[in-house]
């Protein structure tokens, strides 16, 4: 069974966990907020954690020589209390120190496992030809306009990515299940409950333990978690404090706008992407442009945009893109020109 130190420890080496400490960076803060709030024991250790963290910024000590250097420096304090009696007010403070001796002792053993830490990632690296190590290596997997790409994950999970999308994520991805991702992407995930699985947006994050959902999260545009098996729980970033969060079960959706969630119908025409079936549901000609030059990497002009008439709504296997615009022009009011990569759309007068 591992030490309250120990925990502790383990706790230092986590993500984010010293910018929340700090209050350093307002996402890891929230991040850091809704992972803590429901676990009181946990809460307790990341307190004493914190403390440590505050310690150690207060003697200014960082990582390499310098964390050696601060040891070294607290370690003789430690050793010069024994040579003469210290000046001691009734809350335990050492007047010498403007630290307890209780603290100094934590700190030199954490700052003791972090030498011994980094010693190890130098001892396993050092015959590889590497001078630098991040401890954290990340993965990165996009797609360009007009691709997919089927990812399996280290755990076991599967990831679809959509077109001009991306997902990053850590080497050491079996003890911190955490993705980023912009653009959208549907997620098969492997059940871990001692391990929760997190994909993180631009403006919100989608927590799960074992299901599968899509995220749609492209710049500019409203985001939507749909849930197609079990359930996941939708978290909004605020600046200064953790916001509201919805828990979304199979066949729920909810769409993401100005950090609040709204409620929305679940579609499965939404997840039918995967599948290769491009989806147009009630869309108008400016979300029909951008999911054309995703789906077929091509470039859309649109011209007397005012002619074009109302929302379009299709669904296509296969079609080629002359065909679609063909079906769509009739509908909508507009003729097209195919220039190469290009595609000029005018709206009939």
């Known amino acids: 069974m591992e030490s309250r130190q120990e925990e502790i420890n383990k706790l230092l080496l986590k993500a984010g966990f010293r910018n929340w400490a700090l209050r350093s960076n307002s996402e890891d803060f929230v991040e850091w907020e809704n992972y803590l709030k429901d676990d009181i024991e946990l809460s ?30 607290l370690e003789n304090k430690r050793r010069n209390t024994t040579n003469k009696v210290p000046v001691i007010q009734k809350d335990q403070k050492i007047i010498n120190f403007g630290l307890s001796l209780n603290h100094i002792v934590k700190i030199a053993a954490v700052l003791s496992f972090l030498i011994v830490f980094s010693g190890l990632l130098y001892f396993n690296t050092r015959d590889t030809g590497q001078q630098v190590l991040t401890v954290a290596e990340i993965i990165n997997k996009h797609t360009q306009n007009g691709q997919q790409l089927t990812i399996t994950l280290p755990d076991g999970s599967n990831v679809k990515l959509n077109s001009n999308s991306s997902i990053s994520y850590p080497k050491d991805f079996f003890q911190n299940r955490r993705i980023k991702l912009e653009g959208e992407a549907f997620f098969n995930v492997v059940r871990d409950e001692s391990n929760p699985f997190v994909v993180k947006t631009e403006n919100f994050q989608t927590e799960v333990l074992g299901t599968s959902f899509n995220v749609f999260a492209y710049k500019n545009t409203k985001a939507k978690v749909s ?54 549901n009630n869309e108008n000609i400016h979300t029909i442009s951008a999911k054309i030059q995703r789906w077929f990497n091509v470039t859309v002009t649109v011209n007397n945009e005012a002619f074009i008439a109302g929302d379009f709504s299709g669904k296509y296997s296969n079609e080629s893109l002359e065909k679609i615009l063909q079906g769509m022009g009739y509908a909508l009011n507009f003729s097209f020109k195919m220039e190469g990569n290009e595609i000029i759309i005018n709206g009939k007068k």
């Open 227 to 280: 849930v197609a098996s079990g359930k996941v729980k939708v978290i909004p970033f605020h600046e200064h404090k953790g916001g509201n969060y919805k828990i979304l079960k199979k066949e729920e959706a909810a769409e993401i706008k100005d950090q609040q969630i709204i409620e929305s119908d679940f579609n499965i025409n939404d997840l039918l992407w995967k599948d290769g079936i491009l989806v147009f």
């Open 44 to 73: 307790q250790l990341a307190k004493e954690a914190k403390q440590v963290v505050i310690d150690i910024e207060l003697t200014n000590s960082v990582s390499g020589q310098e964390d050696l250097e601060s040891f070294n420096r």
